[in-house]
Nanobody
Framework: QVQLVESGGGLVQPGGSLRLSCVAS????????MGWYRQAPGKERELVAV???????NYADSVKGRFTISRDSAKNTVYLQMNNPIPEDTAVYYC????????????????WGQGTQVTVSS
């Protein structure tokens, strides 16, 4: 099994900054794509940002230029730097990783963190 532990959520003022972290542990041979998703009350879960094992990134249009995703592959950790957040960024943020659990396997499994609340308010 693979466990994900998220941290860094909380209350932040508009225009401030916040950094989320997510550490993957357990039965891991290789971590492929890592990413962040979010879900606001009454809305569907949506992609925020993803990063490949090679460092390629993709962002939701709503966060481009404000949020930055990065990873430390040696630590199986993904980060989300949130700069200049706005109230519309308020949501539960979930970490997601695609993990190859055994050597020689061609498939990866998807795992989700428990979620961390981010509230943007003055």
């Amino acid at each position: 099994q693979v466990q994900l532990v998220e941290s860094g959520g909380g209350l932040v003022q508009p225009g401030g900054s916040l950094r989320l972290s997510c550490v993957a542990s357990g039965r891991i041979f290789r971590v492929n794509r890592m990413g962040w998703y979010r879900q606001a009350p009454g809305k569907e879960r949506e992609l925020v940002a993803v990063i490949s094992s090679g460092g390629y990134t993709n962002y939701a249009d709503s966060v481009k230029g404000r949020f930055t995703i990065s990873r430390d592959s040696a630590k199986n950790t993904v980060y989300l730097q949130m700069n200049n957040p706005i109230p519309e960024d308020t949501a539960v943020y979930y970490c997601n990783v695609l993990v190859v659990t055994t050597a020689g396997s061609l498939s990866s499994n998807s795992y989700w963190g428990q979620g961390t609340q981010v509230t943007v308010s003055s």
